[in-house]
């Protein structure tokens, strides 16, 4: 239930609320998989930490390395911070996982348009 809740949170952009119930998800169950992408993500919305925000993305990743959406949502904050390089290799890695993927492939297109 706070997992939806900080779900809800989120498509409200009400972000501290959101992270509240992610972090309390967490405390109960430290490996969930969603929550740990979602925190990751909330945070970087709230104050840009990339360190904080890489931290639980990456568990998620270490949680379920076979679920691509980790791999994107870092993507994402590696592109937002101008780390391209590792931006790229998320979305690489994305699409080892699923070939169709449109956001990883539209996000790639981004980055080669992007100057160096």
Not at 2 to 20: C, S
Request: glycine fraction near 6%; charged fraction near 20%.
């Amino acid at each position: 239930a706070h997992y939806l809740k900080g779900e809800t949170h989120r498509i409200l952009e009400q972000t501290n609320e959101a992270i509240a119930e992610y972090v309390y998800v967490l405390s109960k169950d430290n490996n969930h998989y969603w929550a740990n992408i979602r925190l990751g993500q909330m945070i970087w919305k709230a104050d840009r930490n990339l360190s904080q925000a890489e931290l639980y993305l990456k568990h998620a990743i270490a949680v379920n390395g076979e679920e691509k959406g980790a791999y994107l949502g870092l993507g994402v904050i590696y592109m937002k911070s101008g780390n391209y390089v590792a931006a790229q290799m998320m979305f690489e890695q994305v699409l080892t996982l699923d070939s169709t993927d449109q956001q990883a492939l539209e996000f790639l297109e981004v980055l080669q348009a992007a100057p160096p």
